[in-house]
């Protein structure tokens, strides 16, 4: 999963990137001070590896990852080239998930580039940008198909298509706001638009509103991503910052005092999974305790496929039992006896939490 982290400069992303992955990335207080994008891997917090590690004692336990991309700020005419940003909107490109951060906060010591705060006119700007550049590609796709419909009348389809997807970036709504066919969305996929990727606004609050239940500004973010559809979370950049120096017990005494369950970074985590429909399956032994990320829906033979190519060619069967059930039972052995090891062929669907064990063939 990689997740690339944009919005205006100075709102917050180099810092909320810092607390992510203590990557030490630059910040300072003017605009452009993110230019190459800095890039971070940090493990899922997954508190079901901690206790299968406590039943089988294994040598290694290797939790899932995921990638952040702290990508520079852009600014209005970013998809025109102002403020480098061809190479910014490259940057998003290659991400699965974009978390967009904007400013839910006064402070007259951080510049504001358009020199106040408006969440909508913020994420307007972003998003605007994000609309253009799609267009741009968007019109390049239309002619060259026009060209190949001149040979061949199974691409007035397409047209159709790639024309009601520019209406609707002209209107201003994001194609991850529009609705496809199955068939439609495999071409859509191909096209690998900006707006059509997951987006998940992360509402950059200062510390004295972390108590508050009230923030006109949230609100209005709010709004805008009720309206499309979006997730939003909200967060303090700066506590995050301070909680990434604490060891674990200080980090729960930390997050106690402030009134909080978890950190804004496991939020986003969890958030991530939701919007790109992930989820995790586990492999518990004594050489290794591990998570492996798969997509909701996803067959046993292309979850083996995750572990190694082999298993999914030579896919036997998956003998299957609820993290809960094993935790439950306290060991293996018990768990089976009790009958709740299932054998599972090519047809199961992966479940959240399962823990297997793959039979194949070499």
């Known amino acids: 999963m990689k997740l690339g ?13 810092n607390a992510i992955t203590k990557a030490g990335a630059e910040i300072a207080n003017y605009p452009f001070c993110t230019i190459e994008p800095n890039v971070g891997i940090v493990p899922v917090p997954d508190k079901r590896l901690d206790r299968l590690a406590e039943m089988y004692n294994p040598a290694k336990v290797t939790p899932a990852i995921v990638e952040f991309v702290d990508i520079a700020g852009l600014v209005k005419g970013a998809s025109r080239g102002e403020g480098l940003g061809n190479k910014f909107l490259s940057n998003i490109r290659e991400v699965d998930a974009i978390v967009h951060v904007v400013r839910c906060f006064d402070d007259s ?14 994420a307007e700007t972003i998003n605007l940008e994000l609309i253009f550049a799609d267009l741009e590609m968007l019109e390049r796709r239309i002619e060259k198909t026009r060209k190949m419909l001149k040979g061949d009348k199974k691409y007035l389809s397409e047209i159709e298509l790639y024309e009601r997807i520019k209406e609707s970036l002209e209107a201003g709504t994001p194609v991850r706001a529009m609705t496809f066919s199955e068939d439609e969305k495999q071409l859509v996929d191909h096209l690998f638009l900006l707006t059509s990727k997951p987006v ?13 239940s009230k923030n006109a500004y949230v609100e209005e973010l709010r709004r805008i991503a009720d309206k499309e559809g979006a997730e939003i979370m909200v967060i303090c950049a700066k506590i995050e910052e301070e ?30 999974y939701r919007i790109l429909g992930l989820i995790s399956f586990l492999t518990a032994g004594q050489p290794e305790v591990r998570a492996w990320t798969i997509k909701r829906g996803t067959k046993a033979p292309q979850a083996a496929g995750k572990i190694h190519s082999d298993m999914e060619r030579g896919f036997i069967r998956a003998e299957v039992i609820s993290y809960d059930d094993l935790t439950e039972c306290g060991s293996y052995a018990a768990a089976r006896e009790k009958g709740l090891v299932r054998s599972e062929g090519k047809d199961y669907i992966m479940q959240d939490g399962d823990v297997v064990l793959f039979r194949f063939n070499v």
């Open 5 to 17: 982290i944009v919005g205006l400069p100075n709102v917050g992303k180099s810092t909320l990137f």
């Open 109 to 122: 010591n951080i510049v504001h580039v358009d020199g106040s705060v408006s969440p909508s006119r913020d």
């Open 200 to 212: 998940l606004y992360a509402a950059n609050i200062s510390e004295g509103d972390l108590q508050s």
């Open 243 to 272: 909680i990434a120096q604490l060891e674990d017990d200080e980090k729960k005494l930390f997050l106690a005092e402030l009134g909080l369950e978890e950190s804004g970074l496991d939020k986003m985590i969890q958030a991530g």
